[in-house]
């Protein structure tokens, strides 16, 4: 019987928790499925963890990279390997309930609308408290109200993290920004609806970083996961800035990085096409320019911080 679903999981030094996070997967109740698992040229027993289970499932294909391609890319390459109806992303050190992936296709099985593109569980920090996200659109139907919805409102990205229609979310733009999930997200939103299985919690995710709270060094942490060892100029240029988050060159290459974020979502909006959403020139535009205000105004803090581009260029001007 072929799979119905593809488990994708993109990793990097996971070995702390990776295999209570394959076992989650394995122990479903839901079993059709394959996992995809992509090691990025881990430096710890990631690789000889994942092949271990692999020996004794068949269900598990590893895959591992000669060198590290950047968590994007990594997220990119299992994606691309799967060929089921359905495809949802594991990250090595979160947690599943046994019934996530039977109870989230019964979500998309049991909706008789044709524009369902994603169905997301209840989800709680291991050990935690819930992470609240009330981000189901199964009731609006115009997908200009629908992305506005979501753009106004997203704040964690959990629900990327639910059960998608493969076909849709292979159209979807995976681009080398800060807030990627938020990109796609409200790109996959345009195409289509969001359900949210509310009964129960079924994803446990993991604060695997001791600054999940902290904007800067979350924000940090994103510019770093986006670079590769393919980058050249702009990768080396991503490193260098990233490493003091309490720099002024810090500060002003993020306030480039949000406004390549702000960029991008423009144009996905002018291209929206290209993915099957067929607005008209006077929506797109009454879009981007919605979209424009909006982040500008939640990234108000960051660009406040153009004292930083003023000492820069007089630090040039100086040294010339």
């Not at 997301?120 to 996200?133: C, H």
């Not at 480039?256 to 020139?281: C, D, P, W, Y």
Request: charged share 25%.
């Amino acid at each position: 019987m072929n799979p119905e679903i593809t488990i994708g999981m993109p990793v990097y030094n996971e070995g702390r928790y990776i295999s209570q996070t394959i076992e989650s997967a394995l122990f479903q109740t839901f079993g059709n499925f394959q996992i995809i698992i992509s090691d990025n040229n881990s430096q710890d027993n990631t690789y000889e963890i994942c092949c271990s289970y692999a020996k004794k499932d068949s269900r598990i294909k590893i895959f591992r990279q000669k060198k590290n391609i950047g968590s994007l890319e990594n997220f990119k390459f299992v994606l691309e390997k799967a060929h089921t109806p359905y495809f949802i992303y594991l990250s090595g050190h979160d947690l599943w309930h046994p019934q996530l992936l039977e109870k989230l296709l019964d979500g998309f099985k049991n909706f008789s609308d044709s524009d369902l593109v994603l169905v997301f569980p209840r989800a709680s920090w291991i050990d935690g408290e819930e992470i609240v996200e009330e981000y189901d659109t199964t009731d609006i139907d115009n997908p200009v109200d629908r992305y506005k919805f979501i753009v106004k409102n997203l704040r964690w990205c959990t629900l990327f993290y639910g059960l998608w229609k493969t076909e849709i979310i292979k159209r979807l733009n995976f681009q080398k920004i800060i807030g990627a999930d938020m990109l796609i997200l409200a790109e996959a939103s345009l195409i289509g609806k969001f359900k949210k299985i509310k009964e129960e919690i079924l994803f446990f995710r993991r604060k695997n970083y001791d600054y999940v709270h902290d904007n800067i060094l979350s924000i940090r942490k994103q510019i770093q996961n986006i670079i590769s060892q393919n980058d050249k100029i702009v990768g080396k240029i991503r490193k260098t800035l990233t490493k003091d988050p309490c720099s002024p060159l810090f500060k002003f290459w993020l306030s480039l990085e949000t406004l390549a974020f702000i960029f991008e979502h423009i144009k996905m909006i002018l291209r929206s096409q290209k993915i099957g959403v067929n607005l008209k020139t006077t929506e797109k535009v009454h879009l981007a320019t919605w979209t424009l205000f909006i982040l500008v105004g939640y990234n108000l803090p960051i660009f406040l911080n153009a004292q930083f581009a003023r000492i820069i260029y007089k630090y040039y001007k100086k040294n010339k």
